[in-house]
């Protein structure tokens, strides 16, 4: 798809900047009010529905959303986009049950790793400390990237511009006040983001009047739609497990979790969370299966700019940058808040420093370092979507081994074999960035030895073997 959406470098600069540092100055002002580490790390455990609920739902949606669903609904249809919204919205529906076991048997808890301490040894919850801070780390390099790129299309403003102004003002107003600045400012921006969806569909609507419907998807492209389209089944669990696993160890949601004034406001607040995200996620890839029926050589990730772009007008570009940059930054404030948090709470556990440290402090040159490789990562335009595929990876192998012992005792011992071995076992059928085989089916053996759908599924049966393989082992440990 040619590039002629752009509006000047000027405008979108003073939109990027105007947005970037509103939030800012609006984090800092409201924080100002609440000093103390209890409010950077919880807010005070005093958050009511309304803004747990935007917080919530503001910290799972993010610019990924403009380009992820979109893009994978072109090769993966109606499955893919059920189960990327699905896997977005369903961990809001784990963490009622989860988030009340944790609450109840340790109240002044403020993160997941601390919880884990008490059900395993230290040789495990640094294991799943690190995967943590990883896999979050990565998040942030995604989102900053992808942000960074929106903007490069549609003004030609080189990435790292955008990076710099992003990364910068989300680190003024989130290091200094913490979890309290960023539900603040995710309220505002959930409003923004909610209204300017709104607005892009109806003009996506109005401008493909005759196009915007199932029927035409169908009359075009009808294995997009079809229940017997395998590879809509298998992209559709895939998305499901990998990113419901994903937003299980963020610890932005565990923040939020222990910030809730209490049980009932935390069920209600995660319940219309999942009720929202669903939609949201769903119309994204529904744009994606429409771009691609409307004109097949458009670029699938640019498949929702492609619809509402086409009148190229200059009200429609600010309005993209401003979802954009508010999509990231509701993002990006969690993401550092929350390494910030594990860094400070988990730090002196894992590695047990005899000296005195102000780990708050610490935390904070940490993220300034972090910030500068992902400014690095951003401002090259690097294609990290690869390295996500494999953070999801890791977090697949740990997810049912952690959350099993929420509610039985496990081994640590066993713990840490069946991980390693699901992690392993994942990692030899995991494709290679070309997608075309894996360190198993390939390389290590010829792919004639397998059949199509093994040679035509890699990331799915990845995926598949790194979560359930983990707890076969255990069930015969335990055995």
Request: charged share 10%; proline share 3%; with cysteine.
């Amino acid at each position: 798809m040619e590039n002629t959406f752009f509006i000047s470098q000027s405008t979108s600069l003073i939109v990027v900047l105007s947005v970037s540092f509103f939030f800012a100055l609006l984090g800092i002002y409201h924080s100002k009010k609440y000093p103390g580490l209890k409010n950077y790390l919880t807010a005070n455990r005093n958050v009511g529905l309304f803004s747990l609920t935007t917080s919530l739902t503001a910290s799972a949606l993010g610019a990924w959303i403009l380009f992820g669903p979109v893009s994978a609904a072109t090769w993966g249809g109606i499955g893919a986009i059920i189960g990327y919204s699905l896997g977005t919205a369903f961990p809001m529906f784990f963490l009622i049950f989860f988030g009340k076991k944790i609450r109840k048997e340790f109240p002044k808890g403020s993160s997941l790793i601390e919880f884990m301490r008490r059900k395993f040894g230290k040789s495990l919850f640094k294991l799943i400390l690190l995967m943590t801070i990883f896999y979050m780390f990565i998040f942030l390099c995604a989102e900053v990237t992808a942000v960074a790129v929106l903007i490069n299309y549609i003004s030609a403003t080189e990435l790292w511009i955008t990076s710099l102004i992003v990364l910068l003002s989300s680190m003024v107003y989130t290091l200094y006040g913490g979890l309290k600045a960023s539900i603040f400012t995710d309220n505002i921006q959930m409003i923004v983001i909610g209204i300017l969806l709104l607005i892009s569909f109806f003009f996506i609507k109005s401008f493909n009047e005759a196009q915007f419907s199932f029927d035409f998807i169908k009359e075009r492209n009808p294995h997009l739609l079809s229940g017997s389209y395998i590879t809509g089944y298998t992209a559709g669990l895939t998305f499901f497990i990998a990113v419901a696993a994903t937003n299980l160890f963020h610890q932005g949601n565990w923040q939020r979790i222990y910030a809730a004034k209490n049980m009932e406001i935390l069920r209600k607040s995660l319940i219309i969370s999942f009720f929202i995200i669903i939609p949201i996620v769903f119309y994204m890839g529904f744009t994606g299966m429409l771009a691609f029926s409307v004109d097949p050589s458009n670029r699938p990730d640019l498949g929702f700019f492609s619809l509402l772009l086409k009148e190229q007008t200059t009200l429609l570009s600010i309005i993209v940058v401003i979802l954009g940059v508010a999509l990231t930054i509701s993002t990006v404030d969690t993401l550092i808040n929350a390494i910030s948090s594990l860094i400070i709470v988990d730090g002196k556990a894992s590695f047990n420093i005899k000296t005195k440290i102000d780990f708050l402090k610490l935390s904070k040159f940490i993220i300034i370092l972090l910030s500068i490789i992902c400014f690095i990562i951003a401002s090259n335009g690097f294609d990290i979507l690869y390295l996500f595929l494999l953070a999801d990876l890791f977090c697949c192998a740990f997810v049912l081994t952690v959350f099993s012992s929420f509610y039985k005792k496990i081994n640590e011992k066993n713990a840490y074999i069946s991980i390693l071995v699901g992690l392993i076992s994942g990692f030899l059928i995991f494709p290679t960035p070309d997608f075309s085989k894996s360190l198993l089916v390939g390389i290590l053996i010829p792919k004639e030895f397998f059949g199509p759908f093994v040679t035509q599924s890699l990331l799915f049966l990845s995926f598949i073997v790194a979560t359930f393989l983990p707890f076969f082992i255990l069930k015969v440990k335990k055995n």
